[in-house]
């Protein structure tokens, strides 16, 4: 029996499917489409998690920038902090509601770089090997930190600590872990999990989880 | 390596249930017959979509059990009482049923025999289920490369495929080796192991560091942590230690 190709069946029902987790009204705006709202917090990794001397620690803001920085943990933890309260988004389905995450804003670490006008995108590159890739509209305007403490507590080492991207507009996947820096460039470069099948961009409610999204 | 999950969109596809195994108490294979299946890696994924009669939608992530077989694909799902996915997928499908998927998805945690070895396979719980699919590939390929799978259960019971994987272990010059952990509750006159993985079973049973072995590991987030962390510590190069995490964080 040859069954036809789901795109030319519509209105698809699952027998006896009746689901448990509808959403209350007043989150239904919050949680993007083919996610779930999770209590926990998964952690998700593709290798292990580095170990991380505070004392070797650096993050570098370099490529097309006018001063290419790089600051120790002790300098970036003296730059004014900022702390993002919201929702974040796994492409792996969980949604996880009301999180804090305190740090620094990327446009504090951007605005010392100075950019070069001809930049337009960025890969952030971590501790351990894992790159990502965005463009810096994503990473500039208030919508980017580097953090080091979520509610209240430093971050642990396997969601990211010492110091992790948080970009929470996009899948989680584009807030690199143990992230060590930021290269401008003048083009887009994929990163690890966008080479890997993943979506180049990562918007949740566009449902942007794979290449062909 | 990635070259299949690049090629082919992602499309949803209408899979037909051929047939529904129940492996353990909580453990149950679905064998699906997916047209338009462009193929898979071992350890790849796939992702489940149920749509109930008012539209609502759900849409879940299962490893990829079943080594690469044409449009035949099987998921081993664990049912999870307080689920919205798992229940209905171990407990409700039928053989005849329809199933929206689309896949494979991941590239990463991925073997096939030109990746080569040695291999080190740790498995907890149903972490096992991508491990599954490396080590039938390996064995339907007649691949020669040497394995070692260590694999965390409760209990005899709830490990999964246990006769098949002492079987390819059975076989002469397979060069395929299982060890067990029991750690709740071992079967009589059990020998073997039966506490949580620890860096001495991990050095017993694993490869030594200067064998350069690929290491996957697969399973709950602190078993991970703590396998990975371990191998790492005992001279493995990270970039050899691949890991997925999963667990009952909502199925």
Known sequence: MRLPEAALVSGFISRGFRGRRRLPEDLAGRVPPGQYVEPGFPVLSAGPTPRIDLAEWRFRVAGLVARPQAWTWEEIRALPPSTFTGDIHCVTKWTKLDTTFTGVSVDTLLDAAEPLPEASHAVASSYGGYTTNLPLDDLSGGKAWVVWEFDGAPLAPEHGGPARLLVPHLYFWKSAKWVMGLRLLDHDAPGFWESLGYHNHGDPWLEERYWSD | ?251
């Open chain 2, 1 to 251: 390596m990635a070259g299949r999950t690049v090629l082919e969109r992602l499309t949803w596809r209408l899979a037909r249930v051929v047939a529904t195994r129940a492996e353990t108490p909580r453990f149950v294979s679905l064998d699906l017959e997916v047209p338009g299946w462009p193929g898979h890696l071992p350890g790849q994924h796939l992702d489940v979509r149920l749509t109930a009669e008012d539209g609502y939608q759900a849409q879940r992530s299962y490893s990829i059990a079943s080594a690469p077989a044409g449009e035949r694909v099987a998921i081993t799902v664990e049912r999870l009482d307080d689920g919205e996915v798992s229940p209905y997928l171990a407990g409700d499908l039928r053989a005849g049923d329809l199933l929206e998927l689309r896949g494979p998805i991941g590239g990463y945690f991925v073997w096939e025999p030109s990746l080569g070895g040695p291999l080190l396979l740790v498995a907890g719980g149903s972490g096992v289920v991508p491990l599954l699919a490396m080590a039938r590939h390996r064995a339907a390929t007649g691949s020669q490369v040497p394995t070692r799978l260590l694999y965390s259960s409760r209990s005899a019971a709830d490990a999964l495929a246990r006769d098949e994987l002492d079987r390819l272990a059975r076989t002469d010059g397979s060069g395929f080796a299982v060890t067990h952990t029991f750690t709740r509750e071992q079967p009589p006159g059990w020998t073997g192991y039966r506490r949580r993985i620890d860096p001495a079973m991990l050095e017993e049973v694993g490869w030594p560091p200067a064998a350069r072995p690929l290491a996957y590991v697969c399973g709950p987030t602190r078993m991970v942590e703590a396998v990975a962390t371990t191998l790492v510590e005992l001279g493995h190069d990270p970039v050899r230690v691949r890991t997925e995490r999963f667990g009952p964080t909502g199925g």
